[in-house]
């Protein structure tokens, strides 16, 4: 199946059925923070996924979301948890033409693992955004436990193919070498902040937590 395709039927159904369980975790509730932080009346999300529960933390606040996403079955659930069946659409932001204007806040988080051009969205994302507004994004780092054991775990896979023993195919995830994002942003122009997981949650686990956070500001 290909890699797309598997994303808008397996995934999306899994985590329709997901989201709510895993539940409002303080790394969301400090992005929400983030995102509010500038006081936006207009947001986009990328991979807005069933709305919940970033969405959802936004709208209570008063901000209009709009946002994007693949899966289909994902956007219908959006649409309706956001009320905006007008702003939220089925498709990747790479489709988004303009006509709506541009945000105060565009942002993609727990979604950049699954995009194979993450960088080529960064650039969308802030085409988007008006002057002085804000991108933000999170994304794996390439060089942290976690992502190292994943790649690992990849390579014995390939090799059980080789050898003929069936594994469960899995898609991989799409992991960002740190420096080479922070030269990507100064040669867009793109003044930033980062965080990683572990300062944002106050964890101690340095296995499980990869995640480093970007705040971006568009300039004038």
């Known amino acids: 199946m290909e890699e797309t395709q598997y994303y808008k039927t397996v995934y999306s159904k ?3 059925n997901q989201t709510k369980k895993y539940g409002y975790s303080v790394y969301e509730r400090n992005l929400v923070r983030l995102i509010a932080d500038s006081a936006p009346a207009r ?3 990328v991979g807005i996924g069933t709305g919940w529960p970033i969405g959802a933390a936004l709208k209570e606040k008063g901000i209009r979301v709009d946002g994007c996403d693949i899966a289909e079955s994902s956007v219908a659930l959006a649409q309706k948890e956001l009320e905006n ?3 939220i659409w089925t498709g990747d932001v790479m489709e988004y033409s303009g ?3 541009v945000y105060d806040v565009v942002y993609c988080v727990r979604a950049s693992w699954y995009i194979p051009d993450f960088y080529q969205t960064v650039r ?3 085409s988007m955004t008006r002057p002085g507004g804000t991108i933000i994004f999170d994304v794996m780092d390439k ?3 976690h992502c190292l054991n994943v790649q690992k775990e990849a390579i014995k896979e390939k090799y059980f193919r080789f050898l003929g023993i069936h594994v469960e195919e899995n898609y991989g995830q799409h ?3 740190l420096w080479r994002m922070k030269r990507f942003l100064r040669q867009n122009g793109l003044s930033y902040e980062c965080w990683n997981e572990r300062e944002i949650t106050g964890s101690s686990d340095r296995k499980h937590t990869p995640k480093v956070v970007f705040c971006c500001r568009k300039e004038c």
Do not use: D, H, L, N
């Open 14 to 16: 899994f985590w329709k």
């Open 43 to 45: 947001v986009f999300e």
């Open 85 to 87: 069946a007008e702003g």
């Open 99 to 101: 006509e709506k204007g």
């Open 124 to 126: 969308q994302m802030a």
């Open 143 to 145: 060089y942290s436990t």
């Open 175 to 177: 992991f960002i070498c």
